[in-house]
């Protein structure tokens, strides 16, 4: 196929003119094209989140209220969050979802900007997941806890009794051998080992962790797999298992309409309690939207999204949260006092006992 | 005459130009990279072989590199054997107007997403899935078996999936073979069974070999497929690696992994060239 110059335009112009002018209206058009897509990247609040921060109905009625595009990127595990961070220019990000435990870190790194506490609804928190000895460094809020939950034990009520959920022995018996699974997390879940074994998981050293090992290979050779969200969840769900070792309202209750009969326990022993929290980047470049956002999160309708969200349900942080009764019923929402009041903090060790975690959980994946 | 050999030498340097800068740009400067790291601290000190000898001296760091070669060389056999006779199939007894629509079928599996792929097994092998439906249906078995979340199910997985290359390497030699050794074999009195064993199979051998090496490779270093299907009752490499990353952010043991596993691979590559002189197939 041939174009023919002329016939397009039946002018004086040459066919290397055209192409000249036409090349200048594509620089001007790109020049163009550029300039609007920074002006827009300079309105655009830029947010590294986990999954439960993707779904539109969180963001849709921020974006619409503030007339921003907000840009996520999905990460798993702060390490890998840290590492994007660091392989980003300063100001490319405003705002990250972390672990509460770990805010400390990002902190060391001087990657996060205090917050204003008067600006934010901290007397509305829960106060055992406000979570002070990690997001607050030397006198300063680096972060605030919005969602929380608890890795402890879910099952499907109609394969097992209820009765026997209310002790973590039912994890290491017969009685269930071949009908559990594992979440493939080693924190929660050496903290649920600890409780078994009646130690504290904020008081944990080297020394616990031959008996901590001990008590996840009785777990393993219980199991039938160890999975991460989606596998453990799937898991639950279909009826491969009938446990969920570390599962807790963020594996049944986003199933509770199509799944009634899954549904978690507190045991007896208590409960690892996980918190995730919001912090904003030292350097980010839109700061007043960054903390909009973060006010937006925190929210009663802002933590009713987020605790509802399509990925994973959880406790939200504020008590005021606009859920519905239906809602509250699925999270538990009354029984908080007590499970809070029976919960046990997530394991938060130095880098040296948390290496030595993971070659524990190692061992424990590996043993056959 | 002097600047027409000097630009006649240039020439193919500046044809390879490109491909040497692609290759510098990302092979060999990320590579130096990842050694780089891989000997330093996690915490930020300074050069260290620690990263290295702690693969050496855990027992489960070490189980890990074991569990990745024994599923890669059961993977391997077991497609070149499903392979072979399949590629056969399709090159001698396969109508050649046939043969082309024949290799598209056989390479459908390529068409889809490799993790939606391994989800579908993962529901096929399931407890409620096909198969165990089947098995329990027919009275083969009173109670379903445990094949989702094995290292039977990651080999399944794997099998489908490599089945396919090495047919496609294997077919491709055994069309480049002339009839005419097979003609030779026969008038020197060789049987279809002796002709097979003594004048194809050898000659096919540079074919099963590229596969078997891709496949290998491709294996080794597969963090999917294992990740979904096997239910992490055991970790291979690639697992072990993509564990230092997640919470602690562990990118020089990570590394340090990631090299050695290069290194089997290597090792792999350099007894398959010696072999079978790869370079000149």
Known sequence: MSINLKATNPTTKNPLSVLKSRFHAACAATALLLATGSLAQAADLNALIWCDHADPALLQPFEEANGVKVNVKEFEGTGAGLAIVEQSQPGDWDVMVIDSIDVPRGVEKSLFEPLPEDKLPLADLFPQVKMDSSTVVDGKRYAITEKFGYNTIGYNKTKVDPADMQSMAALTSDKYKGKIAIYDYYLPVIGMAALAIGKKTAELTEADLPAIKEELLKMKANAKLVGEVTASQTALATGEVDILVGGGEWVTAGLAKENPALDFSIPKEGAVLWSQSLAMFKDSKNKDMALKFIQYIMSPEGQARLSTSACYWGMPANTKAALTDEQKKILRFDEQPDFLARAQPYPAPNADLDKKMQDVWTEMLQAQ | ?281
């Open chain 2, 1 to 281: 005459m002097n600047s027409a050999t000097n630009s006649g030498r240039a020439l193919p340097w500046a044809l390879v130009t490109p491909a040497l800068g692609w290759t510098l740009l990302f092979f060999v400067l990320p590579f130096l990279a990842m050694a780089l790291s891989s000997l330093t601290a996690h915490d930020g000190g300074g050069f260290t072989l620690s990263n290295y000898s702690q693969f050496f001296n855990n027992p489960a760091y070490w189980q890990a590199m074991v569990n990745s070669l024994q599923v890669t060389a059961i993977v391997t056999l077991i497609s070149v054997l499903l392979a072979y006779p399949f590629a056969w199939i399709l090159a001698e007894q396969v109508p050649a107007r046939w043969q082309r629509l024949a290799l598209m079928l056989a390479v459908l599996p390529f068409w889809t997403s490799y993790v939606v792929r391994s989800y579908s097994w993962l529901l096929v092998l399931a407890q409620n899935g096909v198969i165990n439906r089947a098995l329990t249906g027919s009275g083969l078995f009173a109670e379903p078996v445990q094949l989702a979340n094995t290292r039977l199910a990651t080999i399944i997985g794997f099998v489908h999936f490599f089945v396919m290359l090495l047919t496609l390497t294997i077919f491709a030699n055994l069309k480049q073979l002339s009839p005419s050794y097979r003609k030779a074999a026969a008038d020197l009195g060789a049987g279809p069974v002796r002709t097979f064993l003594h004048v194809v199979l050898p000659l096919t051998m540079p074919g099963i070999m590229v596969g078997a090496f891709l496949t290998f490779v491709l294996c080794i270093g597969d963090y999917i497929t294992p990740q979904i299907l096997g239910g992490n009752n055991e970790l291979l490499m690639p697992q072990l690696v993509m564990m230092q990353i997640g919470r602690r952010g562990d990118f020089p043991l990570a590394s340090a992994l990631s090299i050695i596993l290069m290194a089997v691979v290597t090792i792999a590559y350099l007894a398959c060239a010696r072999w079978l002189k790869i370079e000149r197939a």
